[in-house]
C-alpha cells in the first residue's frame, strides 16, 4: 500500500510539472491576433462592382501631368497612355497598427513604394525612383512570397503611394487593363508571431521524433554492447526518421531551400514510414510472420510504384494516374489495419511485445472516443469535423486522415510497447546480476561449508585409533562405559556439518551455502534425500529466487523457535521434481516473533508467481503448531 501511494504522489507531482511545461513549450504555436486592414484587394467571388476601393486614386503620370484611370467594375483599371506604362495608385493611411507593415502581392510585376513622395521600398534601385519619372519592367519569374515593407510609426495621415509595372501588349494601350496589386497593411508583430508559431508547429513535433530517433539508436547500441545484435531498434529508427522527414517536408520554408520537386515530399516520407513500421512490426511476429510481411511488401510495392509514376511520367495525369498517386493511401489504411488486428491476435498468444502494444492502442482508443463523446456537448465543431473527414474519406476511397489517426494509434502503441520490452530487458539484467552476485557468494559459502566439514572429518580421522583403543581397553576393564562413549561418538558425528552434492550444480550451491548460513544460526539440518537432475524447466534466476525464499523463510521462523531444524527432502518422481523444506517455527504462545526481513510478506508471494506456470496444485504448504513444510513439484 505504502509503495502505491509513493507510485500515485510521483505521478501526481510529474503531472503538476509536465503542464506548466507543455504549456511554455506549445505557447510560441500560437500566433498572436493579427489585426489587419485590407487596402486594396480584387474584386471577391460573388461580389458584382468594384468601387475602386476606399480612398484610392489609380493614375498614370509622366513629367507632372496626372492622368486618372477608370475603374472597369471589378479591380481593373483602363486609360493607359502606351503599352508598358507605368501607373500609380495612392491612397491616405488612416488606420492604426502597431509595427506596421505593409504586404504587397506582387507576383511578376515590379514595384516601388512612396510614403508622401518619399522613396521607402523599390524593386528597381537602378532607375530614376521619382514619382512621374518611374518605368518599371516586368519580372521574368513569379515571386513565391508578397512584397513586405516597413512603414515608419508616424505613418499615420501620411499618403502612400505605389508604382506599379505594366506588360507590353499588342492592344491598344486605352484599352489595355491593368490590375493593381493587394495592399494588406498589417501588425509586424503578428506577422512575427506566426513565422514563430509555424516554425514552432514544425520543429517541436520534429525535435520530439529526433529525440525519439536516438533513444531508439541507443537502445539498438546496448542491445550489441550486451551481445545482443538485434535489428529491430534500428528498423523503429528508420519509421522514425522517415516521420520526421514528413513533418519537415511540410514546413512553410521547406520551397525555399529545395525549391520545387515534382512529388510532394511530405506524403512520400509519410508511406515510407509506415512501410518501415510494418517491416519492424514483422521482425516481431513470429506466428503470423506470414501475414505482417504480406502486409508490409504491398506497402513497399505501392508507394515505389507511386514514386515511380509521378516521377517518371509514366502515365498522363488522369484517372489511372490519380488512382496510382493515392494507392499508398489505401494500401497504408488496410495494412496498418490487419498489422493492429494482428497484434491482438498475438496478444490473445501471449507474446509479450504485441501484449503491451495491443494494450496500449487498446488504452488510447478507449481514451480518443471518451475524448470525442466529451467534445460533442463542448467543442461541436471539432467533433463534428473528425466525422465529416472520416465520411468523406470512406466515399472517396481516399482514407488519408482514417490513415493519419491510425498511424498515430500504431506508432505511439509500438513505441510503448518497444519501451516496455526495453524496460524488461533492463529488469532482467538486473535480475541476472543480482542472481549472478548471489550465486557468487553462495559458491564461496559453500566452499566455506566444505572446508569446515573436511577439517571436521579430518579431525574425527586423526583420532579414529585413540578411540577403538580407548574401546579395546573398556571392553577388557568396563564393558559397561561402552554404550556411553559411542553414544558420544555419534553425537559428535552428528555434528559434521552437512553437504549436498546432488546432480543439479545450481542446486548445490544455492542449499551448500544456505546450509552454512543456518549452522551459523545453531540451527540442525537434515537431508532426507539428495537428487535432483542436472537440468530444471526453470532458469537460473527463477531457480535462484525459487529456492532462496524457501530456505530464508525457513531459517528466519527456525531460528527463533525454541527448538530449531529445517529437514530438506528433494528428489526425482514419475517424471517430476519434488523439492520439500520443512522447520520449526515458534510457538503462538511464546514471546518469540519472526525477525523480519527486507524481504518479509513477499517470500510466498513470489514462490506461488513462479510456481504458477506449473499449476496451482504444484505448491502445497502445511502448518502445525510446531512445523510449517513447504513442498514444490516441477514436471521434467
Same mark, same amino acid.
Given at each position: 500500500?505504502?509503495?502505491?501511494?509513493?507510485?500515485?504522489?510521483?505521478?501526481?507531482?510529474?503531472?503538476?510539472?509536465?503542464?506548466?511545461?507543455?504549456?511554455?513549450?506549445?505557447?510560441?504555436?500560437?500566433?498572436?491576433?493579427?489585426?489587419?486592414?485590407?487596402?486594396?484587394?480584387?474584386?471577391?467571388?460573388?461580389?458584382?462592382?468594384?468601387?475602386?476601393?476606399?480612398?484610392?486614386?489609380?493614375?498614370?503620370?509622366?513629367?507632372?501631368?496626372?492622368?486618372?484611370?477608370?475603374?472597369?467594375?471589378?479591380?481593373?483599371?483602363?486609360?493607359?497612355?502606351?503599352?508598358?506604362?507605368?501607373?500609380?495608385?495612392?491612397?491616405?493611411?488612416?488606420?492604426?497598427?502597431?509595427?506596421?507593415?505593409?504586404?504587397?502581392?506582387?507576383?511578376?510585376?515590379?514595384?516601388?513604394?512612396?510614403?508622401?513622395?518619399?522613396? *521607402?521600398?523599390?524593386?528597381?534601385?537602378?532607375?530614376?525612383?521619382?514619382?512621374?519619372?518611374?518605368?518599371?519592367?516586368?519580372?521574368?519569374?513569379?515571386?513565391?512570397?508578397?512584397?513586405?515593407?516597413?512603414?515608419?510609426?508616424?505613418?499615420?495621415?501620411?499618403?502612400?503611394?505605389?508604382?506599379?509595372?505594366?506588360?507590353?501588349?499588342?492592344?491598344?494601350?486605352?484599352?489595355?487593363?491593368?490590375?493593381?496589386?493587394?495592399?494588406?497593411?498589417?501588425?509586424?508583430?503578428?506577422?512575427?508571431?506566426?513565422?514563430?508559431?509555424?516554425?514552432?508547429?514544425?520543429?517541436?513535433?520534429?525535435?520530439?521524433?529526433?529525440?525519439?530517433?536516438?533513444?531508439?539508436?541507443?537502445?539498438?547500441?546496448?542491445?550489441?554492447?550486451?551481445?545482443?545484435?538485434?535489428?529491430?531498434?534500428? *528498423?523503429?529508427?528508420?519509421?522514425?526518421?522517415?516521420?520526421?522527414?514528413?513533418?519537415?517536408? /511540410?514546413?512553410?520554408?521547406?520551397?525555399?531551400?529545395?525549391?520545387?520537386?515534382? *512529388?510532394?515530399?511530405?506524403?512520400?516520407?509519410?508511406?515510407?514510414?509506415?512501410?518501415?513500421?510494418?517491416?519492424?512490426?514483422?521482425?516481431?511476429?513470429?506466428?503470423?510472420?506470414?501475414?505482417?510481411?504480406?502486409?508490409?511488401?504491398?506497402?513497399?510495392?505501392?508507394?515505389?510504384?507511386?514514386?515511380?509514376?509521378?516521377?517518371?511520367?509514366?502515365?498522363?495525369?488522369?484517372?489511372?494516374?490519380?488512382?496510382?498517386?493515392?494507392?499508398?493511401?489505401?494500401?497504408?489504411?488496410?495494412?496498418?489495419?490487419?498489422?493492429?488486428?494482428?497484434?491482438?491476435?498475438?496478444?490473445?498468444?501471449?507474446?509479450?511485445?504485441?501484449?503491451?502494444?495491443?494494450?496500449?492502442?487498446?488504452?488510447?482508443?478507449?481514451?480518443?472516443?471518451?475524448?470525442?463523446?466529451?467534445?460533442?456537448?463542448?467543442?461541436?465543431?471539432?467533433?463534428?469535423?473528425?466525422?465529416?473527414?472520416?465520411?468523406?474519406?470512406?466515399?472517396?476511397?481516399?482514407?488519408?486522415?482514417?490513415?493519419?489517426?491510425?498511424?498515430?494509434?500504431?506508432?505511439?502503441?509500438?513505441?510503448?510497447?518497444?519501451?516496455?520490452?526495453?524496460?524488461?530487458?533492463?529488469?532482467?539484467?538486473?535480475?541476472?546480476?543480482?542472481?549472478?552476485?548471489?550465486?557468487?557468494?553462495?559458491?564461496?559459502?559453500?566452499?566455506?561449508?566444505?572446508?569446515?566439514?573436511?577439517?571436521?572429518?579430518?579431525?574425527?580421522?586423526?583420532?579414529?585409533?585413540?578411540?577403538?583403543?580407548?574401546?579395546?581397553?573398556?571392553?577388557?576393564?568396563?564393558?559397561?562405559?561402552?554404550?556411553?562413549?559411542?553414544?558420544?561418538?555419534?553425537?559428535?558425528?552428528?555434528?559434521?556439518?552437512?553437504?549436498?552434492?546432488?546432480?543439479?550444480?545450481?542446486?548445490?550451491?544455492?542449499?551448500?551455502?544456505?546450509?552454512?548460513?543456518?549452522?551459523? /544460526?545453531?540451527?540442525?539440518?537434515?537431508?532426507?534425500?539428495?537428487?535432483?537432475?542436472?537440468?530444471?524447466?526453470?532458469?537460473?534466476?527463477?531457480?535462484?529466487?525459487?529456492?532462496?525464499?524457501?530456505?530464508?523463510?525457513?531459517?528466519?521462523?527456525?531460528?527463533?523457535?525454541?527448538?530449531?531444524?529445517?529437514?530438506?527432502?528433494?528428489?526425482?518422481?514419475?517424471?517430476?521434481?519434488?523439492?520439500?523444506?520443512?522447520?520449526?517455527?515458534?510457538?503462538?504462545?511464546?514471546?518469540?516473533?519472526?525477525?523480519?526481513?527486507?524481504?518479509?510478506?513477499?517470500?510466498?508471494?513470489?514462490?506461488?508467481?513462479?510456481?504458477?506456470?506449473?499449476?496451482?496444485?504444484?505448491?502445497?504448504?502445511?502448518?502445525?503448531?510446531?512445523?510449517?513444510?513447504?513442498?514444490?513439484? *516441477?514436471?521434467?
Amino acid at each position: 500500500m505504502k509503495r502505491l501511494l509513493k507510485l500515485i504522489l510521483a505521478l501526481l507531482l510529474s503531472g503538476l510539472l509536465c503542464v506548466p511545461a507543455v504549456f511554455a513549450v506549445f505557447y510560441y504555436t500560437q500566433p498572436m491576433e493579427d489585426v489587419s486592414h485590407e487596402l486594396f484587394r480584387l474584386v471577391d467571388d460573388g461580389e458584382e462592382y468594384w468601387d475602386g476601393g476606399d480612398g484610392w486614386v489609380v493614375y498614370t503620370e509622366e513629367a507632372g501631368k496626372r492622368t486618372e484611370l477608370v475603374s472597369n467594375g471589378m479591380g481593373g483599371y483602363t486609360g493607359l497612355s502606351y503599352s508598358g506604362q507605368t501607373f500609380y495608385y495612392s491612397k491616405e493611411l488612416t488606420e492604426e497598427s502597431d509595427s506596421p507593415m505593409l504586404k504587397i502581392g506582387a507576383v511578376n510585376r515590379t514595384v516601388s513604394v512612396f510614403l508622401d513622395g518619399e522613396m *521607402i521600398y523599390t524593386d528597381c534601385p537602378e532607375l530614376d525612383n521619382r514619382i512621374g519619372y518611374l518605368t518599371l519592367p516586368m519580372l521574368e519569374y513569379d515571386r513565391m512570397e508578397p512584397v513586405t515593407v516597413s512603414l515608419s510609426p508616424d505613418y499615420q495621415g501620411k499618403t502612400l503611394t505605389i508604382a506599379q509595372s505594366t506588360g507590353v501588349s499588342e492592344t491598344q494601350p486605352d484599352d489595355e487593363t491593368v490590375w493593381p496589386c493587394d495592399v494588406t497593411l498589417y501588425c509586424g508583430y503578428a506577422y512575427e508571431s506566426g513565422l514563430i508559431a509555424s516554425s514552432a508547429k514544425t520543429m517541436i513535433p520534429a525535435v520530439l521524433l529526433f529525440s525519439l530517433l536516438l533513444l531508439l539508436i541507443a537502445v539498438f547500441i546496448w542491445n550489441a554492447s550486451q551481445g545482443i545484435f538485434s535489428p529491430k531498434p534500428i *528498423i523503429f529508427a528508420l519509421a522514425v526518421l522517415f516521420q520526421m522527414c514528413s513533418v519537415l517536408a /511540410k514546413a512553410d520554408f521547406f520551397f525555399q531551400y529545395f525549391g520545387t520537386l515534382p *512529388i510532394d515530399l511530405t506524403d512520400l516520407f509519410f508511406y515510407f514510414s509506415v512501410g518501415a513500421f510494418l517491416l519492424f512490426l514483422t521482425l516481431h511476429a513470429s506466428r503470423l510472420r506470414l501475414l505482417f510481411a504480406g502486409a508490409t511488401l504491398l506497402q513497399w510495392i505501392s508507394v515505389l510504384l507511386s514514386f515511380f509514376i509521378q516521377t517518371e511520367k509514366l502515365l498522363e495525369y488522369g484517372d489511372l494516374y490519380v488512382f496510382f498517386m493515392y494507392l499508398p493511401q489505401i494500401t497504408g489504411f488496410l495494412t496498418l489495419a490487419a498489422a493492429l488486428i494482428g497484434a491482438f491476435l498475438l496478444w490473445k498468444r501471449g507474446i509479450p511485445f504485441f501484449r503491451h502494444m495491443a494494450q496500449t492502442a487498446l488504452i488510447l482508443i478507449i481514451g480518443y472516443l471518451l475524448f470525442l463523446a466529451v467534445s460533442i456537448p463542448v467543442l461541436p465543431g471539432y467533433a463534428a469535423s473528425v466525422f465529416t473527414r472520416l465520411a468523406q474519406g470512406v466515399i472517396m476511397l481516399v482514407p488519408k486522415f482514417a490513415l493519419t489517426l491510425l498511424w498515430n494509434l500504431c506508432l505511439l502503441s509500438g513505441l510503448a510497447a518497444v519501451l516496455f520490452d526495453f524496460i524488461e530487458q533492463l529488469s532482467r539484467r538486473r535480475t541476472e546480476l543480482a542472481v549472478l552476485s548471489s550465486k557468487n557468494r553462495l559458491a564461496l559459502e559453500s566452499y566455506e561449508n566444505l572446508r569446515l566439514q573436511s577439517e571436521e572429518i579430518m579431525m574425527l580421522r586423526h583420532d579414529t585409533v585413540r578411540h577403538y583403543t580407548l574401546l579395546q581397553a573398556m571392553a577388557k576393564d568396563n564393558p559397561e562405559q561402552i554404550s556411553g562413549y559411542l553414544e558420544e561418538l555419534i553425537g559428535q558425528t552428528k555434528q559434521i556439518r552437512p553437504v549436498i552434492a546432488c546432480r543439479n550444480q545450481t542446486l548445490n550451491i544455492l542449499l551448500n551455502g544456505k546450509l552454512n548460513i543456518a549452522k551459523a /544460526k545453531g540451527i540442525k539440518t537434515e537431508i532426507d534425500r539428495c537428487d535432483a537432475p542436472e537440468k530444471l524447466p526453470l532458469s537460473d534466476p527463477e531457480l535462484c529466487s525459487l529456492i532462496l525464499n524457501i530456505l530464508d523463510n525457513a531459517i528466519n521462523a527456525a531460528s527463533v523457535s525454541q527448538k530449531p531444524y529445517i529437514l530438506l527432502d528433494f528428489h526425482c518422481k514419475a517424471q517430476h521434481f519434488v523439492f520439500s523444506c520443512k522447520n520449526s517455527v515458534p510457538d503462538k504462545a511464546s514471546d518469540n516473533k519472526k525477525t523480519p526481513t527486507p524481504e518479509h510478506g513477499y517470500g510466498l508471494k513470489i514462490i506461488r508467481q513462479i510456481m504458477k506456470r506449473f499449476g496451482d496444485n504444484m505448491l502445497s504448504v502445511e502448518q502445525t503448531k510446531n512445523a510449517y513444510r513447504i513442498t514444490v513439484v *516441477i514436471p521434467l
